[in-house]
DNA sequence: CTCTTTTTGGCAGTTTCTGCCATAATGCAC
DNA sequence: GTGCATTATGGCAGAAACTGCCAAAAAGAG
């Protein structure tokens, strides 16, 4: 057990305890102290503090999952799609999964805390980076063109916003993406 | 003085904070307590939190400033430009401006630090709302049409990254837009 | 000048976060 | 299996961020 071959005393589960964080915070309405937390995955204070700087960095673990497997959906899309249509495929499918029941119970209240919701721009900030990497190939460009990664955030802040407008009417986000999409394509905004 | 007819003790001058609070963040490289902050604004630590829940908050009147300049550039340009050239024209009308230098001075320390790249994020969101107003007529769509916001958000999230960019390369943020804008346009993500 | 209104600012207390160090839990060498 | 090196945990003290409460200050209105 442990980590590997490593030699001292194995660390802490971080997944497990951004699990059980979630648990506590969608349960307390995002009320709840470190001290609350930190019990309820069942380690000290102290160690809390050493893994997650920030109270809010909890939940990084959990939502960082879901990029992930948005990136492996979008790999398994065939070449000829384009990349609005990939992505929007990929997410359709990470959509359905079971993480996503509780990112959807805990979304509202991430959304009405900005610390929270800072914490997801972050995240969406560093996913950039992976899903320009997937997205190249794609566009047909080298896999550390600026372009990619500029496309990247292009996407990211629509998913964004989808998930924000989703929240807000209580209505499906990738049907508000795709429409979102349409939007882009029929205004045509960056025509040459 | 005070707020027009208003009855009571007047309100502190919250632009005046920020900006003496931006003094004194950039001299000391972000590593500011509330009760400098306080002091410097000539402002008790209790008032400070009144107007300012979160320490980082204090920035916001004065990015807001920037936000404005370009929102009233943008109403200026000729309605036969494209959104894109718009844009970058009411960008590069604000760059050149005198409140320009201290954000320039301020962005490597906003950016180094989550909390107050958190803050920045926040701000632009907001901004999403009056640029969206100010696009509509642009794009030919009503003024309240989801579409025009689905674009501004597009074009913050460049503009962001831009900035991000900027910053790590040393150059000219409003020549990285453009260069972006001229990658969105070449990749035609949102083709039908 | 007095009354009403609204904000400020001090004080006490909670919560978040950090530095320091002893202690626990592991792998490895023998 | 027994010690040893290594790495993480967890308690304690303290700084810093924030909140509730209320008295004092600073305005306008009569």
């Known amino acids: 057990m442990g980590a590997g071959g490593r030699r001292g005393r194995p660390t802490v589960d971080l997944v497990a305890v951004s699990h059980a964080a979630a648990a506590v915070l969608a349960r307390r309405q ?85 610390r929270l919701t800072t914490m997801m721009d972050q995240l969406t900030a ?7 990497a997937a997205l190249a190939p794609r566009l047909g460009v080298p896999a550390d063109d600026p372009a990619a990664e500029t496309v990247a955030a292009t996407l990211l802040a629509q998913m964004r916003l989808a998930v924000i407008r989703s929240v807000a009417t209580k209505s499906d ?16 905004v960056f025509r040459a």
């Open 30 to 114: 995002g009320r709840a102290t470190v001290a609350e937390l930190a019990e309820a995955a069942g380690i000290s204070v102290r160690t809390f503090h050493r893994h997650f700087p920030n109270k809010e960095d909890v939940l990084r673990p959990l939502f960082r999952e879901g990029g992930h497997e948005i990136a492996a959906e979008l790999r398994k899309r065939p070449a000829d799609e384009t990349v609005a249509e990939a992505f929007l495929a990929a997410w359709e499918a990470v959509a359905g999964g079971r993480f996503t029941e509780r990112t959807r119970t805990l979304m509202p209240i991430v959304l009405a805390d900005p």
């Open 126 to 132: 560093e996913g950039a980076e992976w899903l320009a």
């Open 173 to 188: 986000a990738v049907e508000q993406l795709r429409a979102q999409f349409a939007d882009l394509a029929r205004l045509d």
